[in-house]
Each structure stands twice: as C-alpha cells, then as structure tokens.
Nanobody, 124 residues
Framework: QVQLVESGGGLVQAGGSLRLSCAAS????????MAWFRQVPGKEREFVGG????????SYADSVKGRFTISRGNVENTMYLQMNSLNAEDTAVYFC?????????????????WGQGTQVTVSS
C-alpha cells in the first residue's frame, strides 16, 4: 500500500511559479512510476507529467512542456512538480499518482494510488 499526500498549492499571479510536493508513505515511491494529474470542475482528469521508477524517463503534456519539471527528491519517497510561467489555464486541483508500470503514463486508469489533491489557482 502507498499513501500519497500533496502539498504546495496556493494562489499565484500569472507568470509566477509554484512547486508542488508529493510525499509517499508505506511502500517506497521508488518502486512505482509516479505522475501528476490535474482536474477542473466538469472536466476529466488531465495528465500533466510523469516519471518512471528509476527517474530515467519523464513524460509531459504538450500544454506544460518547457514550463513544468518533474523530479524525485533526495529525500526518499518525495516527488516534485516545479511549475513556471503559470497562466490561468493551469488553475486546477493537482493530484499525485503512483503506478506499478511505466506504460501509457498519461492514462489515469494505469495508476493504482492517488493523493487527495492540492488546489492551484492562477490569477490573471
């Protein structure tokens, strides 16, 4: 079992930056591929980016490429999402997720474990 807790969300002006954290407890996060998704009311959960088990491969949605960066921390069981050049379209609840395989990382159905989410609001 893996429990995931996100933090770091908040209100930021357009053009600003935020760094989200995902802390995993239970079985170490390095046994899982991990990813960030986001969701706004009335829309499906959207893939933001992911990182494989060994941190040798990442994948990003086109909408965030060049602006967002995913990494695993030196502190065990932590994953980060560095978000730069934020705009109003990035406003959403951001979720951390963990999967046993790095197959179709943009498919939310591949992820077994989910956090509760953290709100990111970008004011224009």
């Amino acid at each position: 079992q893996v429990q995931l807790v996100e933090s770091g969300g908040g209100l930021v002006q357009a053009g600003g930056s935020l760094r989200l954290s995902c802390a995993a407890s239970g079985r170490t996060s390095r046994n899982y591929a991990m990813a960030w998704f986001r969701q706004v009311p009335g829309k499906e959960r959207e893939f933001v980016g992911g990182i494989n088990k060994l941190s040798t491969s990442t994948s990003y949605a086109d909408s965030v490429k060049g602006r967002f960066t995913i990494s695993r921390g030196n502190v065990e069981n932590t994953m980060y999402l560095q978000m730069n050049s934020l705009n109003a379209e990035d406003t959403a609840v951001y979720f951390c997720a963990a999967a046993e395989t790095w197959v179709a990382p943009n498919d939310p159905l591949k992820y077994k474990y989910w956090g509760q989410g953290t709100q990111v609001t970008v004011s224009s």
